[in-house]
């Protein structure tokens, strides 16, 4: 099958390119998914993430290689397997960024990147309950929704704690600026997800210069005696299929299945390649690494007030909230259980917002084994969870097999900083403060781990290190900037040295941003595929 285009990876980013490139009718674009459709009632409802966490149907289930800091842990990595991708399966916090985390991306020697280049991109890709303003959009496919005025009364505690330390409040992390204490947004529309499968593949799928493959898993890319990728084989239904491409192949698999395409099709670091008898194509060194992500670890509290636990625990409760959602769109399975948080400096002499934190009126304990559900803690229970905002560690990723059916080692050498280190003290810290207020302990009966044992900063640590885990942010791994030796793409996301293939998706970061990264990896789609548009014009 020959087209003018072809994407692999129908995920946040995947979903958005096939619908720009297929918008002005021009060129014919085959959009590749290794899974199936998004089609479930659980993919719709906001609190069906909870059905995707461990289901291999729909997830790709990823373990990381044991972690030396964090007691030798494998930590869970769970990716979207599905159209859609981890869009389809994520927590729908809408989170932008920092001003000063794009602006750094410019700084690393891509023009274009800086905040006041791409906030036109977020805009266009929004549309704010709130409508349109100097910060937002209001005629885009993804629906925003503030939560604030529909949070449990324990999040307001925690609001109140916030003041009460005389941090400040912030009603929009999407605004003029990410810092402070407040409520945070989801990408929904009408208690509904809004993702871009929903909101730009589905529509864009009625055209007829636009076919999506499922389960067509990508084994290699193919190239041409001059060097320039021209094409995909798969498996799709155990049987081997190739696609060409007579403009470009746009690779938008992610973090983690991205650079194991490049490294599988010889692009990557010669001394793997040949390890495994794969033919180097192009020495990129940088494939694979670079792997940042987000690490959090829960402190949980027993609750002296009702919370959403018992309410969650039983077959009542739970027939409660969903009769609340068929019949008025609204209530606690109409948003994200991620409710309240922010951004906070950890010291006061810190150049900006470092920690991040969620405030989640529901205690729930994720368990280790697949098979087990998650459940709410036996008793009425909140948690403040909390992240480092910029880690400085650094991963990588890498194959360690020639078939494409083998899933890649993740290293992403978590703690191995001491500014990391430093930073789990700051935000332990930072949570025991907002907690021992007037405010939220009055609502508070008492902490239930790491507990008040817990007393020094050498068992803090080892309690981090004991219980944190990913908080899914996975993003670095074919990192933009000019130096083919430390980057794999140009700033107009082509591949450095390999004609015919870009890269967009957040593998590209060349820095994790503050907040979740959903919405900037949909910014970044974005914005290239008026780059791919601009250049073929």
Not at 263 to 276: A, E, I, N, P
Not at 467 to 494: E, K, W
């Amino acid at each position: 099958m020959i087209s003018d285009f072809i994407i692999v990876g129908a995920g946040s980013a995947g979903c958005i390119l096939a619908n720009r490139l297929s918008e002005n009718g021009r060129y014919s674009v085959v959009l590749l998914e290794a899974g199936g459709r998004d089609n479930s009632f659980w993919f719709k409802i906001p609190v069906g993430y909870a059905k995707s966490y461990y289901n291999p149907s729909v997830n790709w289930m990823y373990w990381t290689e044991p972690e030396p800091e964090l007691d030798n842990r494998r930590i869970y990595v769970p990716r979207g397997k599905v159209q859609g991708g981890s869009g389809s399966i994520n927590a729908m916090v809408f989170v932008r960024g920092a001003v000063t985390d794009f602006n750094d991306w410019a700084a690393a020697g891509n023009p274009g990147w800086d905040y006041d280049s791409i906030l036109p991109y977020f805009k266009r890709l929004e549309t704010h309950a709130e409508g349109g303003s100097e910060w937002h959009g209001a005629n885009g496919p993804i629906h925003v929704t503030p939560m604030r005025g529909s949070t449990h009364a324990v999040s307001d505690a925690f609001l109140a704690g916030c003041k009460e330390l005389g941090l400040p409040l912030n009603e929009d992390f999407n605004g003029a600026t990410i810092e402070g204490a407040g409520v945070y947004d989801i990408n929904t529309r009408r208690g509904q997800r809004s993702h871009s499968s929903a909101e730009y593949l589905r529509p864009a799928l009625r055209r007829s210069n636009l076919t999506i493959e499922h389960h067509a898993h990508a084994r290699r890319l193919l190239v041409d005696n001059q060097g320039k990728v021209e094409g995909v084989e798969v498996s799709q239904r155990g049987e081997a299929r190739t696609f060409k491409a007579r403009r470009e192949v746009i690779l938008a698999t992610g973090a983690v299945g991205t650079p194991q395409l490049l490294q599988l099709s010889g692009f990557g670091d010669g001394v793997l390649l040949s390890r495994h008898g794969i033919e180097v194509r192009r020495e990129l060194p940088a494939v694979g690494r670079n792997l940042q992500d987000h690490l959090c670890a829960s402190f949980y509290y027993r609750a002296n007030c009702p919370t959403l636990n018992a309410s969650f625990a039983s077959l009542f409760g739970q027939a409660t909230f969903a009769l609340q959602y068929l019949l008025t769109g609204r209530g606690p399975f109409a948003m994200s259980v991620n409710q309240a948080g922010g951004f906070f400096r950890g010291k006061a002499t810190a150049a900006r917002p470092n920690i991040q934190l969620y405030f989640n009126p529901l205690s729930y304990r994720i368990p280790n084994n697949p098979k087990a559900g998650l459940k709410p803690e036996p008793y009425p229970g909140f948690l403040i969870a909390f992240n480092s905002c910029r880690p400085t560690s650094r991963g990588e990723i890498y194959i360690t097999s020639p078939d494409a059916t083998v899933a890649p080692a993740i290293r992403p050498d978590y703690l191995s900083t001491d500014h990391d280190i430093d930073e789990v003290l700051q935000g332990s810290h930072l949570v025991r403060k907002i907690a021992g207020t007037t405010a939220l302990g009055a609502v508070t009966e008492e902490e239930v781990s790491p507990s008040p044992a817990v007393d020094t900063d050498e068992k803090l640590v080892d309690y981090f290190r004991a219980n944190s885990g990913s908080i899914y942010h996975l993003c670095g791994t074919c990192a933009m900037g000019p130096d083919p030796q430390g980057f794999v793409v140009d700033s107009r996301l082509r591949v450095h040295g390999v004609p015919g293939l870009r890269i967009i998706d957040a593998s590209i970061f060349p820095n994790v941003t503050a907040g979740n990264i959903n919405a900037p990896t949909m910014m970044v789609a974005e914005k290239g595929a008026e780059m791919i548009l601009q250049d073929w014009r």
